[in-house]
């Protein structure tokens, strides 16, 4: 899906490709954009989502280039973890308003 339409759908990523561009990802679970972001584009970044004990997907993409941390953004303060995990980023998936 994201090797298809990102280009198309977000031009902005077109030539933006290589490691020296890092990115978080809010809600990843199960890490489609993540492989595309890291596997595809080479970036490098910080993926948070739901634990599954607390009813979340799961994260079924790792890499090396990845980091990943389990995030309830329900719960107070949540997203000072986050800011410390990935204190800066290109880009940053947060999913529709």
């Known amino acids: 899906f994201y090797r298809e339409w990102m280009p198309a759908l977000a031009p902005v990523f077109a030539g ?3 490691a020296n561009r890092s990115f978080a990802d809010i809600g990843a679970s199960p890490g489609g954009m993540c492989e595309y972001l890291v596997g595809d584009l080479g970036w490098r970044g910080h ?6 004990a607390d ?15 389990d995030a309830d953004l329900s719960a107070d303060g949540s997203w000072r973890r986050l800011l410390g995990a990935a204190p800066s980023a290109d880009f940053v998936n947060a999913g529709k308003p």
């Open 16 to 18: 933006r490709a290589g």
């Open 55 to 69: 009813g979340g997907f799961g994260m079924t993409f790792s890499h090396v280039r990845l980091g990943y941390s």
């Open 47 to 52: 993926a948070f989502s739901l634990s599954q």
